[in-house]
């Protein structure tokens, strides 16, 4: 497994590679409530699809996402709310392919709703955008968080304990998790989350 764009850490010490596995949590929550509906022996990525463009690094030109909702979300213009005055957000974001099969299937059964329900408690969480591609099989998270540390507490809960060992079961090792801090609501996008992907790609040796 790889994980890759934690530039940042907290102030206790947690190793880096447990963190990539607890954040893969968020993927396998992500896709299990964008595959719930989906039968269980679909191949998921169709058999045309360029390898190539189904990758954290590109935006799947079929992306289906729902737009940014939560607490932190104004109910009148739709629009995520600036942070409070000299402050920022801290902005997760995820990107993942299922690996196929029955087994895995029913293993997402398994830990989604533990995971699903710690979610939508954190009261750090101010916003969640999910999406899918129907060409890659893919699915992305974008979470706005109040601050890194509320984004911890959802990583490190007790419900992703169970799930963390998961990730590489259930996620192609093509999956990618980041984070970044901002006070620029506009800037928070899928598209944006997809170029930080594609930067630490570059990165990568």
Do not use: N
Request: aromatic letters at 4%; a negative charge; one cysteine or more.
């Amino acid at each position: 497994m790889t994980t890759r764009g934690f530039d940042k850490m907290l102030s206790v010490t947690i190793d880096r590679s447990l963190l990539g596995r607890a954040l893969a949590a968020a993927v396998i929550a992500a896709l299990g409530a964008l595959l719930s509906g989906c039968s269980s022996d679909s191949d998921g990525k169709t058999a045309d699809a360029p390898l190539a463009e189904c990758t954290g690094g590109v935006l799947e030109a079929d992306l289906e996402a729902d737009t940014l909702s939560g607490p932190g979300v104004d109910p009148e213009t739709g629009k995520l709310r600036p942070p409070p005055e000299g402050s920022s957000y801290t902005v997760s974001a995820t990107y993942g392919v299922p690996r196929r099969g029955e087994a895995v299937m029913e293993r997402y059964g398994q830990i989604f709703g533990a995971i699903q329900a710690d979610l939508a408690s954190q009261p750090g969480l101010l916003a969640l955008q999910l999406g899918q591609s129907p060409s890659c099989g893919s699915g992305r998270t974008l979470a706005v968080w109040a601050s890194t540390d509320a984004m911890y507490e959802f990583v490190m809960g007790q419900a992703h304990l169970a799930a963390i060992d998961a990730a590489d079961d259930l996620l192609e090792p093509t999956y990618v998790v980041t984070h970044w801090e901002t006070a620029e609501t506009d800037g928070i996008s899928m598209a944006e989350s997809v170029r930080r992907i594609r930067a630490l790609d570059a990165r990568a040796p």
